[in-house]
């Protein structure tokens, strides 16, 4: 007679399975994966662990294993990911999002409440959909270079119902941005390919393995598309805007001269939930002290230049600069 799989039985063959195979953690891969097959919430499996699971339940489950123990990572099995607020599909080709760019969004939130944004390097979509869905009046502008990439951000843009607010554009950096657009937007907000390209090596294999090297190779100091798009953020910002962008731990000093350089003379930056330095957070104009967040009175956190004018010297060259 054959063995009756029950939500019990095959989460523990599921753990045991991937323990095996070196899984960091059998067990949440294991509700993962039967809750997606089940269609519901993880906690929910522990409400009825003696169902009986059906035979196209079990084929699935039998193909999804297979791929986590070969490393592939749980995002692009079950295609989605909770991104803050909202839930957005993914797919291979596209970077998954992380917990680095939720903070991104949440330091970009504590300086403006955008009515117009640019997110450069879109992706998933996942930031330009959480500002339209967070900020209920917000327009925002998503452009990205890859084909993948684009179709996947129209389709979380059309689940979610923001298409009224979301224009998505394919096109290099703000290539593809309407000309009169510029000089609109309060913020410009961008989660670039930062890695350096020693480093794409030392990455765990879930991410070298499956995870588009166009979307993390950021080049020697992984800084190469940060230069572009500076320039550019500059010149599409309104005279108060906001230029927030997610980068290698390693490189948030030399960004920060590069924003300065470029026109932007007050900034600071922002460490992620681990304590790295992660996100760059720059102006045109200052901030009132009374509107900082508690965490840029850190010195250790804030940068700022004490000759606005000085940092200003290549502000005509830079708005001029081709994206």
């Avoid at 519901?40 to 003696?50: G, T």
């Avoid at 907000?189 to 020693?198: A, D, K, L």
């Avoid at 030399?254 to 760059?280: E, W």
């Avoid at 009132?288 to 060259?317: G, I, M, R, Y």
Wanted: contains cysteine.
């Amino acid at each position: 007679m054959p063995q009756t799989w029950t939500v019990r039985s095959i989460l523990q063959w599921i753990e045991g399975y991937l323990a095996r195979h070196n899984d960091k953690n059998p067990r949440l891969s294991a509700q993962w994966l039967v809750a997606d097959v089940l269609g519901c919430e993880r906690l929910d499996l522990y409400l009825d662990m003696d169902r009986p699971l059906q035979p196209d339940e079990l084929s699935r489950l039998h193909d999804y294993t297979v791929r986590r123990a070969k490393g592939e990572p749980l995002q692009y099995i079950v295609g989605a990911t909770t991104f803050r607020k909202i839930s957005v599909r993914v797919a291979k080709g596209v970077l998954i999002p992380r917990p680095e760019t939720e903070v991104l969004v949440s330091a970009a939130l504590e300086e403006v409440t955008p009515k117009r944004a640019l997110d450069l390097c879109t992706g998933s979509g996942c930031i330009a959909c959480s500002l339209a869905y967070e900020v209920p009046d917000c327009h925002v502008v998503a452009t990205d270079i890859s084909d993948k990439a684009i179709e996947l951000a129209k389709t979380n843009v059309e689940a979610l119902k923001l298409n009224d607010r979301v224009e998505v554009y394919q096109g290099d950096l703000g290539e593809a941005v309407p000309k009169d657009y510029f000089g609109t937007f309060d913020l410009v907000i961008s989660n670039p390919p930062y890695v350096p390209t020693s480093v794409l090596g030392t990455l765990d294999h879930e991410v070298s393995d499956f995870e588009p090297r166009l979307a993390l190779d950021g080049g020697t100091d992984g800084l190469d598309l940060f230069r572009r798009i500076v320039p550019f953020a500059y010149k599409a910002l309104n005279e108060n805007g906001v230029f927030a962008c997610e980068l290698f731990e390693t490189a948030l000093e030399s960004a920060r001269r590069i924003a300065q350089n470029a026109g932007f003379p007050f900034t600071r930056m922002v460490k992620d939930l681990a304590g790295h330095p992660r996100i760059l957070i720059a102006r045109k104009t200052k901030k009132d002290l009374d509107d900082l967040p508690a965490q840029a009175s850190d010195s250790e956190n804030t940068f700022q230049t004490n000759n606005a004018t000085a940092a200003h010297t290549a502000v005509k060259d830079a708005s001029e600069a081709d994206v």
